[in-house]
Protein backbone atom coordinates (compact mmCIF):
# COMPACT_ATOMS: atom_id res chain seq x y z
CA UNK A 1 0.00 0.00 0.00
CA UNK A 2 2.02 2.97 -1.28
CA UNK A 3 -0.29 5.63 -0.74
CA UNK A 4 1.43 9.05 -1.55
CA UNK A 5 5.09 8.50 -2.02
CA UNK A 6 7.57 11.70 -2.42
CA UNK A 7 11.59 11.89 -3.78
CA UNK A 8 14.06 13.05 -3.08
CA UNK A 9 13.99 12.41 1.11
CA UNK A 10 16.27 14.63 1.62
CA UNK A 11 18.27 17.32 -1.31
CA UNK A 12 21.04 19.58 -1.01
CA UNK A 13 21.10 22.69 -3.17
CA UNK A 14 23.06 26.21 -3.74
CA UNK A 15 21.17 29.24 -4.45
CA UNK A 16 20.02 29.90 -7.88
CA UNK A 17 19.48 25.90 -8.78
CA UNK A 18 16.12 24.35 -9.91
CA UNK A 19 15.28 21.10 -9.04
CA UNK A 20 12.10 19.13 -8.73
CA UNK A 21 10.21 17.47 -5.98
CA UNK A 22 8.31 14.55 -7.49
CA UNK A 23 5.16 13.19 -5.48
CA UNK A 24 3.29 10.67 -6.91
CA UNK A 25 -0.09 8.78 -5.18
CA UNK A 26 -1.84 5.58 -6.26
CA UNK A 27 -5.21 5.87 -4.29
CA UNK A 28 -6.62 7.66 -7.08
CA UNK A 29 -7.17 11.26 -5.70
CA UNK A 30 -8.36 14.07 -7.17
CA UNK A 31 -7.01 16.38 -4.94
CA UNK A 32 -3.70 17.06 -4.37
CA UNK A 33 -1.29 19.66 -2.61
CA UNK A 34 2.12 20.82 -1.62
CA UNK A 35 2.74 22.18 1.81
CA UNK A 36 6.33 23.61 3.62
CA UNK A 37 6.71 23.60 7.64
CA UNK A 38 9.03 25.68 9.07
CA UNK A 39 9.48 25.43 12.82
CA UNK A 40 7.46 26.87 15.10
CA UNK A 41 4.88 27.31 12.03
CA UNK A 42 2.15 25.44 10.78
CA UNK A 43 2.11 24.00 6.91
CA UNK A 44 1.53 26.21 4.91
CA UNK A 45 -0.05 25.55 1.66
CA UNK A 46 1.91 26.43 -1.30
CA UNK A 47 0.12 25.23 -4.69
CA UNK A 48 -3.16 22.51 -5.11
CA UNK A 49 -4.57 20.98 -7.54
CA UNK A 50 -8.49 20.04 -7.82
CA UNK A 51 -7.70 17.35 -10.72
CA UNK A 52 -5.90 16.84 -13.78
CA UNK A 53 -4.93 20.04 -15.72
CA UNK A 54 -5.86 22.18 -12.99
CA UNK A 55 -3.17 24.17 -10.36
CA UNK A 56 -3.69 26.94 -8.20
CA UNK A 57 -1.88 28.43 -5.93
CA UNK A 58 -2.19 28.54 -2.44
CA UNK A 59 -0.70 30.97 0.85
CA UNK A 60 3.43 30.67 0.12
CA UNK A 61 3.38 30.12 -3.71
CA UNK A 62 5.83 32.74 -4.87
CA UNK A 63 9.09 30.50 -6.28
CA UNK A 64 7.59 27.24 -6.90
CA UNK A 65 5.25 26.06 -9.79
CA UNK A 66 3.29 22.98 -10.18
CA UNK A 67 1.56 21.14 -13.20
CA UNK A 68 -0.70 17.99 -13.13
CA UNK A 69 -0.58 16.24 -16.24
CA UNK A 70 -2.06 12.85 -14.66
CA UNK A 71 -4.05 12.08 -11.34
CA UNK A 72 -1.36 10.15 -10.07
CA UNK A 73 1.85 12.86 -10.14
CA UNK A 74 1.94 16.45 -9.15
CA UNK A 75 5.39 17.10 -8.78
CA UNK A 76 6.96 20.81 -7.07
CA UNK A 77 9.45 22.52 -9.24
CA UNK A 78 11.59 25.30 -7.04
CA UNK A 79 12.56 27.42 -10.32
CA UNK A 80 15.93 29.48 -8.29
CA UNK A 81 16.47 27.98 -5.32
CA UNK A 82 16.95 31.14 -1.94
CA UNK A 83 17.93 29.98 1.05
CA UNK A 84 14.44 31.22 2.37
CA UNK A 85 13.29 28.25 0.55
CA UNK A 86 15.25 25.62 3.17
CA UNK A 87 12.40 23.51 4.69
CA UNK A 88 10.41 20.73 4.72
CA UNK A 89 8.12 20.02 2.24
CA UNK A 90 5.26 17.35 2.54
CA UNK A 91 2.95 16.51 -0.56
CA UNK A 92 -0.39 15.18 0.23
CA UNK A 93 -4.18 13.90 -1.41
CA UNK A 94 -7.64 13.67 -0.68
CA UNK A 95 -10.70 11.93 -2.14
CA UNK A 96 -12.61 14.53 -3.33
CA UNK A 97 -15.76 12.50 -2.63
CA UNK A 98 -16.95 13.85 0.83
CA UNK A 99 -14.31 17.35 0.33
CA UNK A 100 -15.35 18.66 3.44
CA UNK A 101 -15.25 15.75 5.54
CA UNK A 102 -12.19 14.01 4.06
CA UNK A 103 -9.14 14.07 5.99
CA UNK A 104 -5.77 14.62 3.66
CA UNK A 105 -3.12 11.64 3.55
CA UNK A 106 1.01 13.06 3.53
CA UNK A 107 4.13 11.22 1.88
CA UNK A 108 7.33 11.49 4.21
CA UNK A 109 8.33 14.98 2.95
CA UNK A 110 11.38 15.82 1.36
CA UNK A 111 13.82 17.81 3.40
CA UNK A 112 15.51 20.58 1.47
CA UNK A 113 18.43 22.82 2.06
CA UNK A 114 19.47 25.78 0.51
CA UNK A 115 22.90 26.52 0.78
CA UNK B 1 -3.85 36.98 14.57
CA UNK B 2 -3.11 33.52 13.59
CA UNK B 3 -6.21 31.72 11.57
CA UNK B 4 -5.64 28.65 14.13
CA UNK B 5 -4.19 28.58 17.37
CA UNK B 6 -2.62 26.17 19.74
CA UNK B 7 -0.42 26.32 22.93
CA UNK B 8 3.17 25.55 21.63
CA UNK B 9 3.83 23.71 24.59
CA UNK B 10 5.86 21.62 25.54
CA UNK B 11 3.11 19.67 27.74
CA UNK B 12 5.14 17.10 30.11
CA UNK B 13 2.89 14.68 31.94
CA UNK B 14 3.47 11.59 33.39
CA UNK B 15 2.72 8.72 32.38
CA UNK B 16 -0.72 7.72 33.39
CA UNK B 17 -2.24 11.08 33.46
CA UNK B 18 -4.67 12.88 31.80
CA UNK B 19 -4.12 15.89 29.19
CA UNK B 20 -6.46 18.45 27.21
CA UNK B 21 -5.14 20.79 24.83
CA UNK B 22 -7.47 23.42 23.07
CA UNK B 23 -7.26 25.06 19.32
CA UNK B 24 -8.82 28.37 18.91
CA UNK B 25 -10.07 29.22 15.02
CA UNK B 26 -11.04 32.66 13.72
CA UNK B 27 -13.06 31.88 10.93
CA UNK B 28 -16.45 31.25 11.93
CA UNK B 29 -17.25 29.48 8.34
CA UNK B 30 -14.86 27.05 9.20
CA UNK B 31 -16.65 23.13 7.81
CA UNK B 32 -14.66 20.94 9.54
CA UNK B 33 -12.15 20.13 11.99
CA UNK B 34 -9.63 17.02 12.79
CA UNK B 35 -6.72 16.66 15.01
CA UNK B 36 -3.40 15.44 13.22
CA UNK B 37 -0.72 13.96 15.05
CA UNK B 38 3.08 14.65 13.98
CA UNK B 39 6.10 12.53 15.43
CA UNK B 40 9.53 14.40 15.21
CA UNK B 41 10.68 14.87 11.31
CA UNK B 42 7.87 12.60 10.36
CA UNK B 43 4.74 13.65 8.43
CA UNK B 44 1.62 14.45 9.88
CA UNK B 45 -1.14 11.32 10.25
CA UNK B 46 -5.05 12.10 11.12
CA UNK B 47 -5.81 11.52 14.92
CA UNK B 48 -9.32 12.13 14.18
CA UNK B 49 -11.36 14.11 13.18
CA UNK B 50 -13.71 16.30 14.77
CA UNK B 51 -17.57 16.05 15.08
CA UNK B 52 -19.98 18.62 16.60
CA UNK B 53 -21.67 16.14 18.79
CA UNK B 54 -17.83 15.13 20.12
CA UNK B 55 -16.30 11.95 19.55
CA UNK B 56 -14.27 9.20 20.98
CA UNK B 57 -11.57 7.36 19.82
CA UNK B 58 -10.56 5.12 22.31
CA UNK B 59 -8.28 7.03 25.05
CA UNK B 60 -9.05 9.99 22.71
CA UNK B 61 -11.82 12.53 23.14
CA UNK B 62 -12.19 15.28 20.63
CA UNK B 63 -15.14 18.13 21.44
CA UNK B 64 -16.10 21.49 18.63
CA UNK B 65 -17.70 24.10 20.52
CA UNK B 66 -18.90 26.33 17.75
CA UNK B 67 -19.78 28.91 19.86
CA UNK B 68 -16.82 30.13 21.24
CA UNK B 69 -14.58 28.49 18.26
CA UNK B 70 -12.69 25.99 19.68
CA UNK B 71 -12.05 22.35 19.74
CA UNK B 72 -10.15 20.86 22.56
CA UNK B 73 -8.28 17.39 22.63
CA UNK B 74 -8.32 15.15 25.67
CA UNK B 75 -6.14 12.17 26.40
CA UNK B 76 -6.80 9.71 29.25
CA UNK B 77 -4.18 7.38 30.39
CA UNK B 78 -1.20 8.55 28.75
CA UNK B 79 0.94 6.31 27.20
CA UNK B 80 4.64 6.86 26.47
CA UNK B 81 3.97 6.78 22.64
CA UNK B 82 1.49 9.44 22.73
CA UNK B 83 4.81 12.02 22.88
CA UNK B 84 4.37 13.60 19.57
CA UNK B 85 3.18 17.26 18.36
CA UNK B 86 -0.48 17.44 17.83
CA UNK B 87 -1.93 19.68 14.95
CA UNK B 88 -4.93 21.12 14.88
CA UNK B 89 -6.54 21.65 11.53
CA UNK B 90 -9.62 23.85 10.49
CA UNK B 91 -10.87 23.51 6.65
CA UNK B 92 -12.35 26.37 5.09
CA UNK B 93 -13.23 28.44 2.05
CA UNK B 94 -14.67 27.38 -1.32
CA UNK B 95 -11.76 25.69 -1.68
CA UNK B 96 -11.80 23.37 1.36
CA UNK B 97 -8.52 24.15 1.99
CA UNK B 98 -7.20 23.29 5.09
CA UNK B 99 -5.63 25.83 7.84
CA UNK B 100 -2.75 24.51 10.45
CA UNK B 101 -2.17 24.98 13.19
CA UNK B 102 1.23 25.52 14.52
CA UNK B 103 0.92 22.61 16.67
CA UNK B 104 1.24 21.61 20.41
CA UNK B 105 4.20 19.78 21.71
CA UNK B 106 2.93 16.82 24.06
CA UNK B 107 6.12 14.34 26.56
CA UNK B 108 5.03 11.96 28.44
CA UNK B 109 7.19 11.36 30.96
CA UNK B 110 7.67 7.62 32.96
Known amino acids: NAGVTQTPKFQVLKTGQSMTLQCAQDMNHEYMSWYRQDPGMGLRLIHY???????DQGEVPNGYNVSRSTTEDFPLRLLSAAPSQTSVYFC??????????????FGDGTRLSIL | RKEVEQDPGPFNVPEGATVAFNCTYSNSASQSFFWYRQDCRKEPKLLMS?????NEDGRFTAQLNRASQYISLLIRDSKLSDSATYLC???????????WGAGTKLIIKP
Open chain 2, 50 to 54: VYSSG
Open chain 1, 49 to 55: SVGAGIT
Open chain 1, 92 to 105: ASQDRRDRVNQPQH
Open chain 2, 89 to 99: VSRQGSNYQLI
